[in-house]
């Protein structure tokens, strides 16, 4: 079976830190994808960062990165410099191989966080 | 990034009424796909579409739902009869590799 767990309900920062949020996964597949978005607070959801399982580098872009840990199924994402605007739900998501790049999203139930000021 | 667009952006309707969402999506994407979130709830796969075909449904994907892109226009989702139970917000979803979302249509069946 597959899921998505997101264990933080609710993060607080101050503006300009760096934060972390958690995720670990399950899956059957050896071959899956690990995504991150985010739904501000308008609703809009927006793709932020992918990790692909089979490769070892952490994924960056932007101020956004990943921390892959494989063996444990862990996908977190940092934020570095954090700013205002950054204040939203986080979701972590994960969609298996099956060889095309059609298939579900599982979805985590979500991290908010809020940037302060 | 590429964006996906929904119509309408609201839609209030009655229990037993049929209602039609509609979706453009990005124009070279291949996948598309529905999900439905109850507010403050998880995001939930309801379906994914791949050459004029149903590829997979979920369980929240009842008999009432249907989605079609005719002629390669609006993807569409309609619900017929609508219940209770479906008012939430329903996404599109568009994809080559990462799915991008649209902003979502907000149906409240009453």
């Known amino acids: 079976a597959q899921k998505v767990t997101q264990t933080q309900t609710s993060i607080s920062v101050m503006e300009k830190t760096t934060v972390t949020m958690d995720c670990v996964y399950e899956t059957q597949d050896s071959s899956y994808f690990l995504f991150w978005y985010k739904q501000t607070a308008s609703g809009e959801i927006v793709f932020l960062i992918r990790q692909d399982s089979y490769k070892k580098e952490n994924a960056t872009v932007g101020h956004y990165s990943l921390n892959f840990q494989k063996p444990k199924s862990s996908i977190g994402l940092i934020i570095t410099a954090t700013q205002i605007e950054d204040s939203a739900v986080y979701f972590c998501a994960m969609r298996e191989g099956r060889g095309s790049a059609l298939g579900r999203l599982h979805f985590g139930a979500g991290t908010q966080l809020i940037v302060i000021p | 990034g590429p964006k996906v667009l929904q119509i309408p952006s609201h839609q209030i309707i009655d229990m037993g009424q049929m209602v039609t969402l509609n979706c453009d999506p990005v124009s070279n994407h291949l996948y598309f796909y529905w999900y439905k979130q109850i507010l403050g709830q998880q995001m939930e796969f309801l379906v994914n579409?791949?050459?004029?075909?149903?590829?997979?449904k979920s369980k929240l994907f009842k008999d009432q739902f249907s989605v079609e892109r005719p002629d390669g226009s609006y993807f569409t989702l309609k619900i017929q009869p609508t219940a209770l139970e479906d008012s939430a917000v329903y996404f599109c979803?568009?994809?080559?590799?990462?799915?991008?979302f649209g902003p979502g249509t907000r149906l409240t069946v009453l």
């Open positions: 979803a568009s994809s080559l590799h990462e799915q991008y």
């Open positions: 579409f791949y050459n004029g075909k149903v590829m997979e």
